[in-house]
């Protein structure tokens, strides 16, 4: 019943995060979402002066402690760890026995590689899960970025490319905001998650 339970939760969370990113290719519903949110956020801009790309390193370092929570507290990471071990091991085996053409020991692999198999894909399911909980936060803050990104005039610099608009081309398609954005979510993240000890999914 458990596993049914854990399966059925991971589905359900995959189906949620597949809708939130589809919800991304609604316009009207990025500019209600964005509107709605501009109410908390755009304060923050107008009345105290924070400059938009460190409201963005605000919101990026938000989302990541939110996630590496969400992570922390979700995903057995002990489990998976022994879990990527012992297939790793069963690998090795299994190569050893087909290149030894031992049958005998093969089909005895065989046998267990199913249960093998199935820790492998209830670990994945297990990753599903915090996935739909992190999009409920980070998708409405993305759409906020991108209600609010033609409104504001700020500037940033780059290596190599120099003083660029938040708004413009600064990495191939990729315009300056997304890059400053992932740049901050990546190398916070990984400071909060080292602080947390949580390994890498």
């Known amino acids: 019943m458990a596993k049914k339970s854990g399966a059925f939760g991971g589905y359900f969370a995959l189906i949620l995060a597949m809708a939130l990113m589809f919800s991304y290719s609604i316009p009207w519903l990025r500019e209600a979402v964005g509107s709605a949110i501009d109410k908390i956020f755009g304060p923050l801009l107008t009345q105290f002066g924070i400059p938009f790309f460190i409201l963005i390193v605000i919101l990026s370092t938000l989302t990541g402690l939110y996630s590496s929570l969400i992570q922390k507290y979700t995903i057995d990471y002990e489990k998976m760890q ?19 053409g031992d049958e005998k020991r093969i089909k005895k692999m065989q046998a267990k590689q199913s249960a093998m198999m199935q820790d492998q894909l209830e670990m994945s399911q297990a990753q599903f899960k915090p996935m739909a909980y992190i999009l409920v936060v980070s998708v409405p803050i993305f759409f906020w970025l991108l209600y609010r990104l033609p409104l504001t005039p700020d500037h940033l610099v780059f290596p190599f490319i120099g003083s660029t608009a938040l708004t413009a ?16 979510s990546l190398t916070i993240s990984q400071v909060i998650r080292k602080s947390l000890n949580i390994g890498g999914l």
């Open 169 to 184: 081309s600064a990495f191939g398609p990729f315009p300056a905001w997304i890059l400053w954005y992932m740049t901050c």
């Open 82 to 100: 022994r879990t990527q071990a012992q297939m790793k091991e069963f690998q090795k085996e299994f190569r050893e026995a087909q290149l030894g």
